[in-house]
């Protein structure tokens, strides 16, 4: 799929590093490095825009290294970015490590992921149709 793209930032378009990437890593863009303390989170700009096609979604999910070494993640789970945003594709990150992490301009700080996905028209009714499961739920097949 192709993808229209506005890169503002001085380092080179995000890519897929492997061939069997499912994400693009997304680089910080910031003037100055940033100190992120344990339990603080802050907003990285990537200095990217993009234009999603309709029925496809941008999903902005934590990379895993950071997550294990540093409990360096996404304060939102994984963040969405909408078809119809056109603003710069930004990153909430957190520490949920024990010790400060810096964050300089150019690090790898997340990857994006694309999603196709259904919308739906709600159809409201009194009862639904009935299951095995019913209302069972957390947890209540046994841990
Ligand atoms: O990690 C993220 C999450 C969102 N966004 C941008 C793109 C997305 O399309 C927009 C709105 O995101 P979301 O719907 O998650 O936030 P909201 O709090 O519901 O804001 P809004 O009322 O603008 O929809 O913010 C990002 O740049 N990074
Ligand atoms: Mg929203």
Not at 83 to 94: C, F, H, N
Request: aromatic share 6%.
């Amino acid at each position: 799929m192709k993808l229209e793209i506005v890169n503002k930032s001085p380092f080179p378009l995000p890519n897929y590093l492997t061939e069997g990437s499912a994400g693009i890593d997304l680089y910080a863009n910031i003037d100055e490095s940033m100190l992120l303390k344990p339990l603080e989170r802050i907003l990285i700009p990537t200095g990217i825009h993009i234009s999603i096609p309709t029925g496809y979604e941008a999903q902005i999910r934590a990379r895993s290294g950071l997550a294990l070494k540093y409990g360096i993640t996404l304060a939102n789970g994984i963040g969405t970015i909408d078809s119809d945003y056109r603003g710069e594709i930004k990153i909430i990150l957190i520490n949920l490590g024990q010790e400060d992490f810096i964050i300089n301009s150019g690090d790898r700080i997340a990857q994006m992921v694309f999603i196709k996905y259904e919308k739906v028209t709600l159809i409201e009714v009194n009862k639904l149709d009935e299951t095995k499961r019913g209302s069972g739920g957390f947890g209540h097949t046994g841990i």
